[in-house]
Every structure is written in C-alpha cells, then in structure tokens.
C-alpha cells in the first residue's frame, strides 16, 4: 500500500512530532509512505477568512503536487474538511473546467487518518500501548465536517493500557475556530474555559484528538494553568508501542 | 438594565458588544440554563422519531422549491386570500411596510392595537413607530410583555426574555401593573400577566400579528404558538394585520405535515406545540371581518437572487440554530444587535443590511457546524457564512482602511508564504530563530508582541521546535541512503 | 392604493429576476412539486387498539382528564364530568348533539352569543374533527359540532368529546383524511404553556387549563 504524507503547515511548524508518530505508525503497519517537500498549505486560513482568490491559488497548488499520488493521509481533520466541504465550492467559482475535473479526480485520494487506518488498511488494533488516561475530544471539522463517527473510538479502544475516560459535551467547540480566536479573542476564551472545564473534570491525563489547532488550544491553557494534564495527537498515542513509547512521555 | 441596541445599523461590532455580556453571570446562566434545557428536550424527541432525517430532507426540499418558484406561489396566495375575503399588500420596505399598518390603523380609527409576537414587526421597528404616531401597543405573548413593560429587547427568537430571571420579572409587574405583593412564582407571575391581558383582548378591536406560514393551495394563514395569546388576537378583535415575509409560503395544506413535526420539536423540544391556528381571509361569524395581509420584501428578493445565499430564506424561526451555538451560548442574543440572532441572525442581519451593516457578525462564528446539524430545513449556515465572510473581504480589501491592516497585511504575506516551499521553509527558520527571544527554558512562550499577544493573553505556545516535520524527513532520507 | 402597487410590480418584478434560472414555467410546477422526495413516514403501524392507547397516554401527558364509553355510555359519562367539574353554566356550539345537552345544568348554546356571554360560561362541551395520537393532538375545525372559535377559547373548562373512529397515528394521517383544507383549523395539543420565565413551564396561560376528554368507542 503506497501514500503520501500531507502533513499541514501547522504540524509541519509546530507539531512535527505528530509527523514523525504518524510515519511510524503508518510504516509500521506496511505502508510505502512517501512525502513531497513542494507541500505548504491547504488554504483554509485564506478561506475562513474570505481571502478566496489566495485559497484557491494554494487548492490549485496542492493538487498539482499529488497528481500522481495513489492516496493522501493527513493527521489533520480540518484540513481534509477544507478540501471535501470548501474546495468544490471555489473551484465552483473561480476554477475552470479542466480544473474542476483535477478536483475531481484529487478529492477520492484524500483520507483523513483514522479513515485511513479503519477504511483503507481496514485495521483498528494497531498494536499501541498507552498506558494512560484518556479523554477525546471530537474536534468539530472531523465530528460533522467529514464524519468521522466511530472511528477514533474504535482505534482507541485497541490500544493497549489505555484507560479511556469519555469527556463531557465531547461535541462541544473549543472555541478556537481558527482566525475566529484572532478575531474575537474574547469570546473564544470564553468557550475555552467552560470545555476546560469539562476537559480537566475527566481528570485524564491526556487529553487527544485527531485536530493539532483544537489541542494547541486546549494545550496552551493547561500549559498556563498549570493544569495536572497534556495533549497529544492521537496519531502520537497509536504510533506508542512498549518498544518505542511516545516521544510525549519522554 | 439592558441597554442593548437591535438596530444593526447601530449596533456595534460583534467584538466589542460581547464584552459586557461576557461579564454579566446571570445573563450568561440564564443563557446557558436556557439551551441546555431545549437542547435536552430535543434531543430525546428526535432520537425517538425514526424518520428524523427524513424529514429534513423534504423540509429542506419543499422549501427550496417554494423558494425557486416563490413568484408564483406568491401569486397563488394572494389570489386565494383574496378570493376568501382578505386583502393583500405588498411592501418592498420595512418603511412601505409600517406605512401600510398605520394607514389600516387609521383607517379603523385605531388608536390601540393588541399583537402577538412576531420577529418580523421587530424587525421593521414597528412599535416605535406606531407609538410616534400615537397607536398604543400592546403585546400579548408573556415573553413580549416582560419585555415591553421592563423596556428590554429580545434576546432569542423563540423564547425572547430567556435573559430574564424571576426576580427581574417580579419587580417589572409589581412596578407596572400595580402589584405589591406579588411573589417571584412564575406560576404566580403567569397568572398576573394572564389576568392583565384579558382586559385587553375582550376589548381592543384591531389585532397585528405575523404569521408562521401561508398557505398559496388556500390563501390561508398558520400560527404556532404555546400561550394562546395568539388564538386571542386573531379570534376575538374585528380587524386583523398579519405582517409576513413573502418567503414564509408553502404550497399546499399538506406541506404542514412536515413543518409542523420538526418546527415544535426543534423550537421548545415538544412534540407539537400547545397551539395551532389556521385560518382563510374571512369567515362569516367567526372571527375578524377584516382582514390584511402585508407581504414584506425588505431585500428578501436581493437574498433570493444569489444562488448560495438563498438558503438563508428556507429558516422557519426554530431557533434550532441559536440554541446549540457554542458562541450564543456564552453569549445570549443582544451581542447579535437584531432581532435575529445566533447563527441565522449573522447570516440573515447582514443580508437584509445589504451587508452595509452588521458586517462583523459572519466572522461571529467558530464554524463548528453545529447549526447545520440541527437545522430542521438544512441550511448550510457555515457556507453561508464562509461565503460572506468573502463578500465583505473582496469589498474591503480595495479599500484604502485596509491597506495598513494587520490582518489584511498579514494573510496577503501569508499567501505568498505559502506559494512557494522556500519562502515556507525560510521563514519557518526565521520563525524558530526569532521567537526563541520569547522561549523559557522549559521551551514554551508565555508572551508575544502584537497580535501574537492575542494567543498569549490566556494559552501559552509551546516554542517551535528545532527541527520542523520536512527537515526531519528530509535528514532521514539523507541517512537511510 | 398605487404605490402598494407599484411595490407589488417591483418586487414581483426583482422576485422574477432573481430566480429566473431556476423557476418552473407554470405547466411544469405541478410536476416539479409533486416530484418533491416524501420519505419520512406517512401511515403509522400501529393497530387501532395501540393508537387509541397512544393517545390516552399523550393526552394524560398533558394532564387532560380522559374517560372511555360506549356510545350508550356516553350521555352519562358527559353528566359524570360536568357534575364533577363543580361547574354549572356551559356553552355548546349551535349543532352539537342535543343528546350530550344532559340534564342539570345551564346551557347556552351559541346562537351567536356575544362575548360578554361566553365570558360568563364556566366550561364549553364540543366534538372534534380529528385526533393525532401520536402527538395528542386534538383538531378542530369549527364546524357546527365543534363550533366558533372564541368558545373553544375564552372558557376556563373543555370537554371534548372525541370518536375511535376519528383517530389517527401520525400526522400525515390526517393530512390524508383531510386533503381539502378547512378554512378553519385549530390544532390543540395540551392546555396552553409558556417557558418564558426562566424556562420553568408553566400550564394554562390563556384558553382553557382544563381539558377533558371522552373517548366513545364507535
């Protein structure tokens, strides 16, 4: 099984780590992974904020790169909702009709990656061993952008020691919404503290998800809180074996 | 007290008018108590209608479909109503719309009218209005009259003084109506408004109301509500005015059987709400012999022009929306300034603005989708917004405010970053380099200048790695060569 | 009024514009309407019994009294219920069965009462069109039985007196039973409620607080 890596400008940047855990899962498990250092970003800050023209120029890009991939995985739901929810809709507006069928021909390559694991490697035990609390929280691009329903649960309930602690209004935006946290500070702090509250209330240790912008946000509060609990990626806790713990618990 | 602005041309900025909401924990309890108990109700009544979804798509459909042929079904009503014995008026402005009242108004020698809620007449700023000109109103809905006695404005479409607390409700009656002792009991406090108000119906000849539906197939008209304050006013006065956006049509009788089973259910999480009423231009002995329909337009057909926008007019005012909003939910809806609040209102308020005003409110949203969940007709709120957010920036971006803008500045960089993996990667080294002045020993930041002080205020950010993903991939493949 | 219509012109006018690239000419509106997708659930499957069942339940929901009888049963059970009501002046609508008019009370019935009159009534006493057991909805549709709309509303006391054979499960049962629309409707489902005050539900704003019920088993 081939796939290429797309690991998103903000992981790149700031969570590599995330990066490193999912190529050695992802090998782990046989895939020939391969990664394309023409790739930058899928866009979706140009979007959010109504810069279409710069979104679509960068859409336009990112296809051209994996043209000729078999597949992408990307540890990043709202990226891949960006791609499936919004790209359709500029190409719509200011793409062409070869464009279009690029579009086309791009969008069934695109996995999100625990729809990757559980969909095209049809594996949910991915021999990991985390013998921690957990608590997940559904980010929302990946809760009802792609619907990733079950999927991460079932992926978490095959790891090994992983005690896992459901989290309250788990459905619940974190309040960071990207430029919105920019944009109204304010009100974004506000939700941040009360799905702080229901994050610190499952007194897990970790808390995870399968989105890096919502666990900088979480993460960043409980780093300045002194909070007694981290974030991780959940490709970091599925990447842990006894052999090579998480590079977190280091 | 509330000094909340619903006009969206002068309210403020989304930004600045949640601050004084963010620091009133009553308003927010309230808020918060509010959804959470409609959130509940609903959601244990949709779990037990299996064909839930089902009906989402035909509501979304008919809708749509009402929408794309509304010229003809507009036709059809008027013509039924007309025939039934009621009379039409078309008005393309919230102006042409309050004219048109008081001049049926003046015409019955008026000088008080009795109405039932309607977002609508708030939404043309008719009590102001005919105030000036000397017709009292008075409203009926319980909601409405907290809010008409204690000189408050709605916060939520559906249950409008959810921002209200028993006590505040206890000190607005016993100061207006007289009642000394009277107790914080909604109960009691119900049957103070209940008593207060029959006065009124038995004897106040005209009636103002909106209307929920209109029916082309009839010419009929349709209220839901819960109090009965509705069946009231359009029972026992002699001259009804219904003032309805001409989007509000569907085109059979039949087409309630789907309406009706999602509306109560997402609004007040009922099965179906207490009332119900419909009725046809005139009936001979039973009711008002007067009747007037007043078809507002108020850019509604500017909304129904743009493709991905028309959406907005498939809303049926569930307040679905607002009520499962993380935003709203800390929030309430005064921040909105409009009467539509929520998710709807940051797509509706703009849109009927001509998005001159309230031009803040599309960026008032976390785009988590929630609304869209919910929505009963399935509007796709977040694309609605997505697509606002680029008609205001492809508008502003010429202009010169913007040219020093940070944001603006910022995300044209952006781009060009983005455009070419060595301008990336340069500035991710340069990125590494420089915010190491602002890394602590244990390798996180707790403090960046501008707007890298947004995210400082209340998160740390962990610094930036020494080595980003590519680089790491980059020396591995170097070494397993 | 010319400039109501001329605001009429121009809106119809925009309307036509703006949705010219989608709008049915008229002789294929009828087509595209009924090609509208219906899936959600039309007819119920309950049996009559389950139905009849269903809707005692939602109508004890709203804590509407309700009582079964036979139709010999009936005229008793209607004195049964006013007599226990404590009420002694009722109104009936102008084509009610004067076999439900029992003896022992005061009626007035509505040859065009005012309203000062029916303010004076304690209870009123109607049939009904129609019962969606699903929702406990009661429909009226003000015919002769059933009556204007001002009694049905302004006492503090209903009776209702409904037939098995008008029941139905779901709301588009009705919509089928009823494909002309009546020119009057009114759709009750419990007494009347507000949650406006902090969201505590209060029954019986205005319109009747008491709603009781006899199920006649046709």
């Known amino acids: 099984m081939r796939a290429s890596l797309f690991i998103t400008c903000y992981n790149d ?25 023409g790739q930058t970003c899928c866009g979706q800050m140009h979007a959010n904020s109504g810069f279409r023209a710069e979104a679509f120029s960068q859409a336009k890009r990112l296809i051209r790169i994996y043209e000729d991939a078999e597949a992408l995985v990307i540890p990043g739901s709202s990226c891949v909702a960006m791609m499936r929810d919004q790209y359709p809709g500029i190409f719509e507006e200011l793409g062409n009709e070869s464009q279009r069928r690029e579009l086309d021909a791009f969008l069934p390559k695109v996995f999100e990656l625990s729809e990757f694991l559980v969909d095209k490697l049809h594996v949910e035990d991915v021999g990991a061993y985390f013998p921690h609390r957990v608590t997940y929280h559904a980010s929302c691009h990946g809760l009802r952008g792609i619907h990733l329903g079950d999927r991460p649960f079932k992926l978490l309930s095959k790891v090994r020691g992983l005690e896992y602690v459901a989290l309250e209004h788990m459905d619940r935006c974190c309040g960071f919404g990207g430029t919105f946290s920019v944009k109204n500070p304010e009100i974004s702090q506000a939700m941040l503290t009360v799905k702080l509250h229901d994050v610190l209330s499952t007194r897990a240790e970790f808390c995870t998800a399968l989105d890096n912008s919502c666990l900088m946000h979480l993460g960043g509060a409980m780093h300045r809180q002194y909070a007694a609990m981290r974030t991780i990626h959940m490709a970091e806790i599925l990447a842990s074996t006894e052999d090579a713990p998480a590079e977190a618990l280091a | 007290m509330n000094t909340a602005i619903l006009d969206p041309k002068l309210a403020p900025p989304f930004r600045e008018a949640v601050l004084p909401v963010l620091r009133n924990p009553m308003l927010r309890k309230n ?5 959470e108990v409609i959130q509940n109700k609903r959601a244990r009544l949709v779990a037990e209608k299996t064909d839930w979804e089902e009906l989402r798509e035909a509501g ?34 919230a102006d042409e719309a309050r004219q048109i009242i008081l001049d049926l108004l003046r015409q019955e020698n008026a000088t008080e009218a009795i109405k039932i809620k309607t977002m609508t007449s708030a939404e043309i700023q008719l009590n102001p209005y005919l105030e000036a000109a000397g017709v009292t109103v008075h409203e009926t809905d319980l909601a409405e009259i907290i809010l008409q006695l204690g000189k408050e ?9 959810l921002h209200i607390n028993r006590s505040q409700v206890r000190e607005i009656f016993s100061r207006t109506m007289g009642l000394k002792d009277l107790s914080d009991d909604p109960k009691e406090l119900t049957g103070a408004a209940r008593h207060y108000l029959r006065e009124k119906f038995l004897r106040v000849p005209t009636a103002i109301s909106g209307a929920n539906y209109l029916i082309a197939e009839t010419g009929a008209v349709a209220v839901v509500e819960s109090e009965g304050n509705g069946r009231m006013c359009l029972t026992l006065p002699e001259t009804m005015i219904s003032v309805v956006g001409i989007e509000k049509v569907l085109p059979r009788f039949q087409d309630l059987e789907v309406m009706l089973q999602v509306l109560a259910r997402s609004a007040t999480g009922e099965r179906m709400n207490p009332y119900t009423s419909l009725w046809t231009g005139v009936t001979p002995g039973d009711g008002p012999q007067r009747f007037h329909v007043v078809l507002l337009d108020n850019e509604r057909s500017a909304i129904l022009a743009r493709p991905k926008e028309r959406q907005t007019l498939k809303c049926i005012r569930c307040a679905a929306c607002m009520n499962h909003c993380p935003v709203y939910r800390q929030t309430g809806g005064h921040a909105y300034g409009s009467c539509y609040p929520g998710p709807i209102g940051a797509i509706l308020t703009p849109q009927l603005m001509r998005m001159h005003h309230a031009e803040s409110l599309p960026f008032a949203s976390s785009l988590c989708g929630a609304c869209y969940e919910v929505c009963p007709v399935k509007i796709d709120i977040p694309a609605v917004l997505l697509d606002l957010r680029a008609d205001v920036v492809n508008r502003e971006r010429k202009q010169a405010k913007r040219a020093f803008d940070l944001m603006y500045i910022g995300l044209r960089i952006a781009n060009t970053l983005f455009s070419r993996p060595w301008i990336f990667h340069a500035t991710q080294r340069l990125g590494r380099i420089g915010l190491r002045l602002f890394t602590a020993k244990d390798g996180w930041i707790k403090w960046m200048p501008s707007i890298g002080g947004r995210w400082t205020e209340n998160r740390d950010l962990r610094g930036l790695p020494d080595q980003t993903f590519h680089e790491w991939w980059a020396a591995r493949a170097k070494e397993q060569k | 009024m010319n400039a109501t219509v001329q605001s009429r012109q121009r809106i119809l006018d925009r309307i036509r514009t703006a949705t010219a ?12 309407y009924a090609a509208l997708p219906r899936p959600y659930i039309r007819r119920g499957k309950k049996t009559v019994e389950e139905r009849i069942e269903l809707l005692v339940e939602r109508l004890r929901e709203y804590d509407a009294e309700v ?8 005229p008793a059970a209607i004195a049964a219920q006013l007599g226990a009501s404590g009420k002694h002046t009722f109104v009936a609508p102008a084509g009610l069965d004067p076999g439900f008019l029992v003896g022992g009370f005061d009626w007035k019935i509505d040859y065009d009462l005012t309203t000062a009159q029916i303010e004076l009534t304690e209870g009123v006493v109607t049939a009904a069109s129609c019962d969606i057991a699903d929702s406990g909805t009661i429909v009226l549709h003000h015919t002769a039985s059933e009556g204007r709309r001002v009694i049905t509303l302004l006492p503090d006391w209903h009776l209702c007196i409904l037939r098995r054979s008008q029941v139905v499960e779901t709301l588009p049962e009705y919509f089928d039973r009823f494909e002309t629309s009546p020119a009057l409707v009114t759709w009750i489902s419990g007494p009347s409620a507000t949650a406006d005050i902090e969201m505590t539900r209060i029954k019986g704003v205005h319109g009747p607080r008491f709603l009781h019920v006899i199920l006649v088993r046709d």
Do not use: M
């Open chain 1, 13 to 37: 940047t700031l969570f590599p780590e995330t990066g490193r855990a999912t190529t050695r899962l992802l090998e782990r498990l046989g895939v020939e992974l391969d990664f394309r250092q």
């Open chain 2, 31 to 35: 808020v918060a108590h509010a959804t």
């Open chain 2, 60 to 93: 979304s459909a008919i809708r749509t479909h009402v929408l794309e042929n509304l010229g003809a079904y507009l036709l059809q009503f008027e013509e039924r109503c007309t025939a039934a014995g009621g009379v039409v008026h078309w008005a393309g402005t």
């Open chain 2, 153 to 161: 404005e709605p916060s939520h479409i559906v249950v409008p003084a």
């Open chain 3, 21 to 32: 690239s989608v709008a049915k000419p008229a002789p294929e509106l009828r087509d595209a």
């Open chain 3, 67 to 74: 009582v079964e009888t036979t139709p010999d049963g009936l």
